[in-house]
């Protein structure tokens, strides 16, 4: 019995690569590694508009922000039984962006790019959104001068 491996949240047989169907099979069969899915339905996701960004795990977190290689498929969990496969997307909006067109758009372009790039059909795509993340804010405080307020600058007082 193979072991299972959760790799960016693929659940399956460490061996076990999708079967891509050919009009020719003379040639040989093409096979595709889980980890190439979960990649483009990664990077199909982040580059809808409102999508701050996907879910990871700390260490991907770390990795980032040490400017290593970004993780495209965090956030990602692939089911592929009886030749359907279910993506599973997790995902931070940005804050005042509409869920649910957000939503909409991130399944169809994840559906689009797959069968695009694989000619595989998406049985499911499901959104499970995570957080909402609000625009940071400038601080209009001086650090040298932390108690100096708006108004002094108003009144032409300096």
């Not at 019995?1 to 693929?10: K, P, R, S, Y």
């Not at 659940?11 to 990649?39: C, F, Q, R, W």
């Not at 400017?67 to 009886?82: D, F, I, Q």
């Amino acid at each position: 019995m193979t072991d299972l491996i959760e790799n960016g949240g693929f659940k399956m047989a460490e061996d076990t690569n999708i079967a891509l169907h050919t009009n020719d099979s003379e040639l040989g069969k093409i096979e595709i590694a889980p980890n190439v899915l979960e990649i483009i339905a990664g990077v199909a996701s982040t580059q809808v508009d409102g999508v701050n960004r996907m879910r990871g795990s700390f260490s991907n977190s770390v990795n980032e922000l040490l400017g290593r290689r970004k993780e495209h498929s965090k956030g990602v969990k692939l089911t592929y039984t009886n030749e359907e496969l279910v993506v599973d997307i997790y995902v931070y909006l940005n804050y005042g962006v509409s869920v649910p067109k957000v939503a909409l758009e991130i399944q169809s372009q994840v559906e689009q790019q797959l069968y695009f790039m694989t000619d595989l059909k998406v049985h499911e795509v499901n959104v499970h959104v995570q957080g909402v993340i609000p625009e940071k804010t400038t601080s209009s405080v001086d650090p040298n001068d932390p108690f100096a307020t708006d108004d002094d600058e108003e009144d032409g007082e300096n």
